[in-house]
């Protein structure tokens, strides 16, 4: 079920989300309707914060712009370790018409949970330690114009 996605300033989105203290059949339920939500909107990640859900829950999918990189739901993301520092584009489905360079970790090492609650870790780099790093800041309320260095004139 595609759930609607909450646009900048709703105030919901500066909420920090707690800890899912099971992966139920609520929580998959939860990561497919946020998977389908994304890919509706040509998304490359969403948190369940943007869908107004305040539970620790992101999916990612950049393969379209590496192809190589498959989909992942993280359940309580944590992010272990930081190196490097690298900027970049981003834009975010909550914030439409936005893009910005925001500066973030070159590469990430994240922990948590699959959608079978299963303990996982991911080494990222690219686009994909980027749009972690993204998804996870709207689990904090963070948003990354709240980061940005140089606001852009909406792209297009
Ligand atoms: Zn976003």
């Known amino acids: 079920m595609r759930r609607e996605i909450l646009v ?16 139920d059949d609520r929580i998959r339920a ?17 948190a369940a914060t943007q869908v107004g859900v305040g539970k ?10 590496d192809e ?24 975010c489905l909550s914030v439409p018409g936005v893009q910005g360079e925001v500066c973030r970790a070159e590469t990430v090492v994240v922990r948590g949970l699959d959608g079978e609650g299963k303990p996982l870790q ?7 330690s980027r749009a972690l790093q ?15 260095s140089t606001t852009a004139a909406p792209a297009r």
């Open 8 to 23: 900048y300033p709703d105030p919901f989105l500066a909420r920090k989300a707690v800890s899912v203290a099971a992966v």
């Open 30 to 46: 939860l990561i497919r309707d946020m998977f389908e939500t994304m890919y509706a909107s040509e998304g490359v990640g969403l």
């Open 56 to 65: 620790r829950v992101v999916v990612v999918d950049v393969s379209p712009v």
């Open 68 to 91: 190589t990189i498959a989909p992942v739901a993280v359940v309580n993301p944590e992010i272990v370790e930081r190196k490097g520092s690298v900027s970049g584009e981003e834009g």
């Open 122 to 128: 991911l080494q990222a780099g690219g686009i994909l």
């Open 134 to 148: 993204h998804e996870i800041d709207h689990l904090d309320g963070v948003l990354f114009i709240d980061r940005i």
